[in-house]
């Protein structure tokens, strides 16, 4: 057996690996994963060398426990998921790693894919770290971010999954990539103004402008009435107009005469002593 790191010797017994090519398979792995960088600070050496172990064992075909492997990895389910196959995408050991491509075919959106590509392309330019932008997360964010400026729509959810970030990281990494592509890209996206008129057809379009007016003024003067004749029109129809109201009061007043005031019967005063006499049924005097 060669001689490999304590730990990873250790961690393949208690998976029940034994072969010797599995060891220099995850041996391997866990080099090429020093040169690379993982997303996430909290992984620890031991979660790495677990994973390489996982990913050697299942390249050459040995059997492994993957709940035993998870154990021993420190990590939760989920989280022994994700960084497994950033690991795996790091080591470029997934046949179905995601692009631009594959992404814009499955949402539907193949006409930013070029956009998408420049995005991505000059976004690792300036990139003050070194990165791995073949990690979904980077290829979803590019497509997402080049539909946003081209106004096509796909679904949120869909591109948020396909990124394996949760919903808050997402968000954070969102925001920065906005900010990079409304200043870089965003500005060439805008309409640009129509194109001036050649000169000699606008002096034209000035003078044929100019006629029509001069037309129209004449016309406008052509139709204005004097105004002795404005006057005397005015005034015969309020004169005529006097007389049909003046012959119309006179035809109603002869139709309905006039009635007298009816008066109003005074109300006996409740003070008032009656007429009748009262018979007293005790005399004055006994």
Not at 67 to 88: C, D, E, F, H
Not at 107 to 128: E, F, M, R
Not at 193 to 222: C, F, H, I, W, Y
């Amino acid at each position: 057996m060669a001689v490999h790191n304590r730990t990873l010797n250790i961690i393949a017994s208690k998976l029940g690996l034994t072969e010797e090519k599995i060891f220099n398979k995850a041996a391997e792995f866990e080099r090429l994963l020093q040169t690379k960088t993982v997303a996430g600070s909290n992984i620890t050496d031991t979660s790495k060398t677990v994973i390489c172990l996982d990913l050697a064992a299942e390249l050459l075909g040995a059997d492994l426990d993957v709940k035993t492997a998870v154990r021993y990895s420190g990590l939760k389910p989920s989280a022994y998921t994700n960084i497994r196959k950033i690991v795996q995408n790091l080591l470029d050991l997934n046949e179905n790693k995601l692009t631009t491509l594959v992404l814009c075919n499955t949402l539907q959106c193949s006409t930013v894919q070029t956009l998408a590509d420049k995005i991505l392309d000059d976004y690792q330019k300036q990139a003050k770290i070194a990165l791995d932008f073949s990690l979904p997360q980077y290829v979803c964010m590019a497509v997402f971010q080049a539909c946003r400026i081209s106004k096509v729509k796909i679904p949120k959810s869909k591109i948020v999954e396909r990124s394996r970030l949760k919903p808050v990281q997402w968000g954070k990494l969102d925001v920065e990539w906005t900010k990079f592509v409304d200043e870089n890209f965003a500005a060439s996206k805008k309409k640009r103004g129509r194109p001036a008129k050649n000169t000699d057809s606008q002096k034209d379009n000035n003078e044929m402008e100019v006629d029509s007016l001069a037309k129209t003024e004449d016309t406008k003067e052509s139709q204005i009435e004097p105004y002795k004749d404005w006057k005397k029109r005015i005034l015969s129809a309020a004169y005529k107009e006097l007389e049909i109201a003046r012959k119309q009061q006179i035809q109603m007043s002869k139709l309905s005469p006039r009635r007298s005031p009816r008066k109003t019967p005074q109300k006996a005063s409740p003070y008032k002593s009656p007429s009748k006499a009262v018979r007293l049924l005790f005399p004055l005097n006994f």
